[in-house]
């Protein structure tokens, strides 16, 4: 479902943020990704969601070689992922629940279908009495489960999320966490990066790690959760 | 606060979502782009007014500034008669003569008019209008010819002259002067007039443009978040076009709002103005046929600089 | 990358910077407002071009109009001689007679001027204009009072009736109809131009505003991070207030730039006029004293724009 | 040095943030503050920097009760206190250096020893050579360390962190904690809002607890760091 092939990514200036980056995800499979501050994490699920082209090597994702898709197919595959953004990235202006609804309104689903399917996300991640704040009336964590329920309610086949659990304490961090592992079970593909070892091992998937833009490590934590 | 997390297995994943827009899709979006760029000048009244009213004005001048010269047009056309030319008939010239000589002229392609004068009907004028009654009175014959007033069409130089040559024509009277000095008023009001009216327009494109690039870069986040999330460049762009609309059409209400006052201002003095002319002269405003062409064209003009401005702006943040 | 921590210990901490402001730092801090205000201006080229264009154009537009009116003024008066009364004397008046006549007029006050035409250079200028010279050759004598042409001042009313009045008047000839025409066309104009121009004036001061208020808006996130950092209400101020400086100033260059174009456009048609007018009236354009009064008044116009939408506009983001 | 006495914060909606909230820190003490996503640890911070004002209660800070702070010594106040924001608020259009240069600019200091400190501060959280990037080409726990570096700068006396190391992995997190631990050593008072139980442990510093806007827990842990 996802896969790299000798990826690298130089961004203007110089800098390699990734390079000889291969692996592959199956379909319904979830993995981490960790690394240290700017070792590329972002970078790696920004090329999975077509937010940045590679410079070399080749990104497949859902059976498309991304590298073949014209700019004006870049819509199409960003509306087949969800992503959870490191910082939100929510409009202030808008509510609660017109942020989370912003993307069954680009795939043109229906007024009333939107109303059920936004609450559903919200309740998922707790926030379902907030849906008329705006979002500065919201914790930081607040706003991160927000930006989780936006990825998850129009149900994309690939999901990714960067650092979803950055600002939420250890409970609230390992439940959304769970809530990740329950969407791979039912068949979508889920990528998180992630900072958090205790948690991740704890979570017993696959785990990439990442160390100034290569990949140093790849392996399957033994012990599965407490 | 809830800190509940929702236990029930979600459903499972829907199939990618293709490209099925189907008219209902369709038609939810344009709906949602309507009432969301609607609800976005509603929601900053204050910013939206000013914007409004520089438009508005930016509009209203260069409507202002073409009636005017549709007025002045008018107003010129009764003018135009002092460039008339007086043939001064060779004294003796019998009635049928006269009336022949008229008719040949009236015939002509530069002619666009002929008076014929009779020596009696320019003696009476000749007593009442030059004080000379009294010297007149001396006058045992009439010395006066008849005068032919020719209303010349386009330039009266050639015809001045061929009057001029004609052996029936004891003189010709051109004030050519006049004439001239007329002229190059009309041309420098005109000249001038095209240079306001084009400053005016290019002023309002101006205004026009920058509000919506101005606009594009305060909304750049939504933007930037609407192409994240998989948005077509025709949804995002769209709330920008139904903006834009709505300022052009909001904007050309106003400014036929604004002609109305500038009318009601003027009323007064345009009323003395013709009845000096003894009404021969009437002042216009718009029609409503115009009216609706002026709130066509300002919508139009909304929807195009937003569409200008648009393609122009919103490029950013997608890769190549 | 570098994942090196500096292990030095810190040195210890400052003192609480209390309000010691220096002369020094306060020049620092305006020299870093002035810079950062053109730098801002400098890094966003094509906005900045857009913006000067519509205050230029805002500018630009009054004044021409103002020196429109101005040149229109200087016309206007060569026109005035349209209103001279023409007073026929009583055929025979001596000619000492008719100069006594004549200077007693020329002593009133509602007078500017008196021309005395003798009844040999009437009938010259009668012969040479009219094209009656074949049927003036009969007459045996000169049958022509003496003209005296008053040019008045002031309402010309009173002075037509009390010379009509004078037994040494025959008639009175004063062209009521022409002048009361002149008057409205005249009063009509000026009602116009000041229309317009207040018009024109409120539009500018609306774009500046407008322009300075969107400039506040697209800046909002810098200046709230400003206040979170603790700054001063004048500093996140400053910079604003340089900006409209720059704009204010720019703008009274372009504009300047734009009538001198429109001078030049206008050359060729203002000559013939002024040829026309036997050159004895002359168009004229800005002066230095006034170009500089106009960019003064402009780098004022936009610093005082700058700061009553800064003033309005920068009250977010602090608590109460 | 920094003292709440009965403290309640309700937000305009009629939210209840904080509520009977009183402890006090010394000066060039060190603490942290701890509890769930929305527990109110920012809106804690936010009263002590003056962001927001407290609807009850008094808050001292510098020795000054805030409540008798009137709108024009806001700024002052703000200028004594050194904040790192949970959602980084750097300038996107200005490069790392004059993102920290900010306070040393609005405190009027001198271009040359302004120069000095800034790259003193840079070099403290390790980002010295990226001095000329603009922030939006960093990573997410770089830009966090700009913040950082904003924040101590100017050596203010009060030093206020929320979740400063929210994006960083654990090593890095570590060491930027003891950077804290190092300011509070020569003098500052230093606060810190954090979700990292484990590492707020091992610092062996005061912790407080927070549990819907009421303090639950206000202890010192007894191992002090690996
Ligand atoms: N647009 C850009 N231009 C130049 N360099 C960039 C750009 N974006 C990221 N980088 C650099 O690439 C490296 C990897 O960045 P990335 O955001 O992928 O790191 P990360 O692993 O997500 O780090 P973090 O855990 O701090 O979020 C960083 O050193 C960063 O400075
Ligand atoms: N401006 C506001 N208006 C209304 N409610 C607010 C506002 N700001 C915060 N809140 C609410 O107050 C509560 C406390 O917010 P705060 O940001 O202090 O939490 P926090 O402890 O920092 O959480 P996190 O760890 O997620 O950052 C939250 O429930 C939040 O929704
Ligand atoms: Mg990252
Ligand atoms: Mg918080």
Redesign the pocket.
Known sequence: MIAFDRVGKR???G?D?LSELSFALDAGEMAFVT?H???????LLRLVALLERPTRGQVTVNGRNLGAVRRRGIARVRRGVGMVF?DHRLLLDRSVFDNVALPLVIAGVPREEMAKRVRAALDKVGLLEREKSAPSMLSAGEQQRVGIARAIVAKPPVLIAD?PTGNLDPQLAAEIMGLFGEFQQVGTTVLV?S?DLPLVKRMGKRVLV?DHGRLIDDFQPRNTGP | MNRRIEKNRPKPAAPEPRGNFSLRAWREQHLYSLFSSLGRLAARPWATALTLAVLGFALALPLLFWLLLDNARGLAGNVGEAGAISAFLKPGTDVTAVQAFAARLRARADVAAVTVKTPEQGLDEFRERSGFADALKVLHYNPLPAVLIVDPRGDPGPLAAQLRADPAVDQVQYDAQWRQRLNAILVLALRGAQVLAGLLALAALLVIGNTVRQDIAGRSEEIAVMQLLGAEAGFVRRPFLYSGFWYGTFAGVLSLMLIGIVQVILAAPLARLTAAYDHAFAAHGLGIAQMLAVLAASAALGWLGAFLAASRHIVLGQPR
Do not use: I, R
């Not at chain 1, 501050?37 to 970078?43: I, P, R, V, W």
């Open positions: 961004y203007p200036n800098f943020a690394g501050s700017g070792a590329g994490k972002s970078t490191q650092e990066a900072h990442l």
